[in-house]
Each structure stands twice: as C-alpha cells, then as structure tokens.
C-alpha cells in the first residue's frame, strides 16, 4: 500500500547463473506463478514441438528464455541469448572469456521447428514457427494477467481464478458480491496526500470480478481524486459492460459513466488517461461538509451488463 494508504477506510526454481550475474528473466509470466513449472505440458502437433531436449537446448542458462537467432556461443560450444550476450563477459557455464561466435546449427534448427504457444496451459492450441511464436506470445490472449493491485509493485501473475484468491489472501483486498456499491473514503487531513493509490474493493458480479480503485494525485497543478473500475479479463469482455459512479452532497452531484478497462491496461495506463470519476480537492471537501478539513466523500456505483 502507497504511504498514507492506511488512513483511508472503505466502510461499507532459480539457476545459479541468473544469480550470479543478477539478470533476472525477461519475462515474469510464469516466475510467480503456480503454472510455472506447467510450461513443458506439450499438446497438439506432435514431432519436433513435442522434444522436450530440443526446448532445453534453446533455453538460455542465464535468463532461462527461449533463444532466438542469433544465438551465440563461448568456445566451448555453451550458448546463450543475445540479450544476455550483452550482460555478461564470461560464459555462465564454464566462465571462458565470451568471443562473437554464433551458434548456426542451433540456429538453424530454431528457425525450422513448430512449436505450441508457451500459454497451452491457458487454452491456446494454436501452433507457430519459431519467430511467429515470439510475436503471437506478446499478445496471446490466454497471456497470464499481471496482479492489479496498485498499492505496490506486485510481480505475481496467473489467471483470473488465481489472482482472485492472491488479491484476497495475500493482498488482503475486501471481496463483495453484487453489482451496486456504496463506500465512503474518510481522510482527517486530506492535505497532507498528494499522490497515493489505493485498490479497496473486488466486486463479484455478473460471473466476472471488477477492481474498483480511489486515489489522489496532482492534476498539474490541482489536487484530484479519482475513482475508476477495471474489468479482471480480457479488453473485448470488458467491452460488454458498462458502469456509473457518483458522488455527490448538499444539492450538487457528480456522475460518471464509462466501460470497465480490462487488467491488461496497467494501472497508470487507465489513472494518465483520466478515464474515471474526476473529482477536485476542493470539490471533494465540499461533499464532505463541515469545515471542510476532513475528507467523507461517499462513491456511489452501480456495474450492468450492456445488450448484446
């Protein structure tokens, strides 16, 4: 959680030579997850997609990706990414001064197989060449989710079902189950926050779950918080549903109506493109009555299913 987070109240397998070079994989999809070691599971085509030795010698030792051409070797024939290639000055396996020798025959045998998408697990059962594979991976829509917890840099990632139950357990985020909504954010001195984020509620609704989240930041040079909803799944079944929020006191309201963005877009995607309930500091304290030094601002919304 962001500081100042808390004073909010919604009331209602690593290889040793990854660590020696510090080089992380490029890709987290599967490093926290509970598929990670599923990637192997081969289906569809079989023959050449199906050698699990042939994976294992395109597996870089040092970030444990898939090697594409080029692909480059240490004369003692060990091989490694391109990528790593420009990270490191020694082999990882024999530690051999690294030359510029690149690997043909593996490169050959890259650029000739067929292989299923790394996300089968998932449910794609499509299959590609070596390079289209790469570029259908980026944005396979089986892809696992990233965590969309905003309060902090959460690299976990998984499926819808496992990121509910990491949100819930790990996160701590409330879950409630229903398609209106009706929580009020309490700050005693709102002054003191001017960027914070915060994610308080998961809704169950429709079979889906919706992450409803409320922040402040600065808005050039104005204070404003923000409230939006994301969809957990993809862009065109967020597309399906549409939602309102409204705030609102002593005879004024603000409403706003919009489509949920799918987790696919990052959290600072959605807040930088202002696509939510936009309301000014000043505004804001004045829904909340009194003297105006505490923020009780209650968030009204409701999430329906649009007509097919």
């Not at 779950?209 to 050039?220: I, T």
Request: aromatic share 10%; charged share 20%.
């Amino acid at each position: 959680m962001a500081p100042g987070g808390s004073n909010y109240q919604d009331i209602g397998d690593s290889r040793s030579a990854c660590s020696d070079y510090g080089i992380a994989p490029e890709s987290a999809e599967f490093k926290n997850s509970p598929f990670r070691k599923s990637e192997a599971v081969i289906g569809g085509k079989h023959g050449a997609g199906s050698n699990s030795a042939v994976h294992e010698l395109l597996e870089c030792p040092v970030c444990m990706n898939p090697m594409y051409p080029p692909i480059h070797q240490c004369p003692n024939g060990h091989t490694l990414c391109v990528k790593c290639k420009s990270k490191v000055h020694v082999c990882p396996i024999c530690r051999h001064e690294l030359g510029n020798i690149r690997c043909l025959a593996l490169e050959k045998i890259a650029v000739s197989l067929e292989l299923p998408c790394r996300y089968q697990i998932f449910g794609c059962q499509d299959i590609f060449t070596y390079h289209t594979r790469l570029r259908h991976e980026q944005n396979c829509r089986f892809r696992p989710y990233n965590c969309p917890y905003a309060g902090s840099e959460c690299a976990v990632t998984g499926d819808i079902q496992y990121l509910v139950t990491h949100l819930k357990d790990d996160h701590k985020v409330d879950m409630h189950d229903g398609c209106t909504f009706n929580h009020r954010y309490v700050k005693s001195n709102p002054q003191e926050v001017e960027n914070a984020t915060w994610m308080l509620t998961v809704f169950n609704c429709f079979g889906h779950q919706f992450c409803l989240h409320f922040e402040a930041f600065n808005l050039g040079l104005a204070p404003v918080y923000m409230a939006f909803l994301r969809f957990m799944g993809n862009d065109d079944d967020a597309k399906r549903f549409s939602y309102s929020l409204e705030v609102g006191g002593f005879g004024r309201k603000l409403t706003w109506q919009g489509v949920p963005r799918s987790i696919r877009d990052s959290h600072k995607t959605v807040r930088d493109s202002l696509d939510g309930l936009i309301i000014q500091r000043s505004m804001a304290l004045f829904f909340s009555g009194g003297d105006r030094k505490e923020l009780k601002l209650k968030v009204a919304g409701r999430i329906w299913r649009e007509p097919l």
